[in-house]
């Protein structure tokens, strides 16, 4: 709950904040890539495209997609290799 505070003084409380948006899709992969991050350190790029290695060998294309996003956003790079190398060209 946030209290603001009008020209007179006067203060109101309001159930959100103004800059209180419901959270993204972009969002939520940002924090899942930071929490990977917490966990794996400088690796965690790495580990990333091993899971979405992992989901692929296994067909499991959610996942695949999820582990190549959280690599991508770790590292771009590394995530355009994955990508060329799990993507079949057409």
């Known amino acids: 709950m946030s209290v ?3 020209p ?3 203060a109101r409380l309001t159930a ?3 800059n209180d948006n419901a959270p993204t899709g ?3 992969l940002l924090r899942d890539a930071l929490k990977h ?3 794996h350190g400088l690796r965690a790029a790495q580990v ?3 899971n979405a290695m992992e989901a692929h060998r296994q067909s499991d294309a ?6 190549t996003e959280i690599c991508r956003a770790l590292d771009r790079r590394m995530a ?3 990508a060329a190398r799990i993507e079949p060209a057409d």
Do not use: K
Request: glycine share 8%; net charge positive; hydrophobic share 50%.
């Open 4 to 6: 603001l505070t009008g």
């Open 8 to 10: 007179a003084g006067h």
């Open 16 to 18: 959100r904040a103004a």
């Open 26 to 28: 972009r969002d939520v």
């Open 37 to 39: 991050f917490a966990q």
């Open 48 to 50: 990333a495209r091993d």
């Open 62 to 67: 959610a996942a695949c997609t999820h582990w």
């Open 80 to 82: 355009m290799a994955l």
